[in-house]
């Protein structure tokens, strides 16, 4: 088992979910947070003065997957967050963490039974 964590931009979440879905992956955790990379950033202007904001919003994907599905899911998340043919400095990551278990709290499932 893995846990797949992407952080991608907001505006490709819907494109990413499609993507997700066409494999047949449709358990995911969505949540909203806040980072820079190599954009460092963006800056604004606020009466007049430009001011650095450091930290831009982002969408991070928590994904579940057993060993047959983490090509597919990380293929689908670069086809739906990838912008354009090239891609753009923002567009996202994606970590493929080892999971060492997972239980179901309905049923007590363990493994990737659970998954």
């Given at each position: ?38 954009q ?7 009466r ?68």
């Amino acid at each position: 088992m893995k846990l797949i964590l992407a952080i991608i931009q907001p505006s490709k979440l819907e494109a990413v979910k499609e993507a997700l879905t066409d494999v047949e992956v449709v358990r995911l955790t969505v949540m909203d947070c806040q980072g820079f990379g190599r954009q460092k950033g963006q800056t604004e202007v606020f009466r007049g003065r430009e001011i650095g904001v450091n930290l831009l919003r982002k969408v991070q994907l928590q994904i579940a997957v057993n060993e047959d599905f983490v090509e597919p899911t990380v293929d689908a998340i670069i086809k739906g967050a990838k912008t354009g043919d090239q891609g753009e400095i923002g567009d996202g990551k994606i970590f493929v963490l080892p999971l060492e278990d997972c239980v179901r709290i309905r049923t007590g499932e363990r493994g990737t039974d659970a998954v």
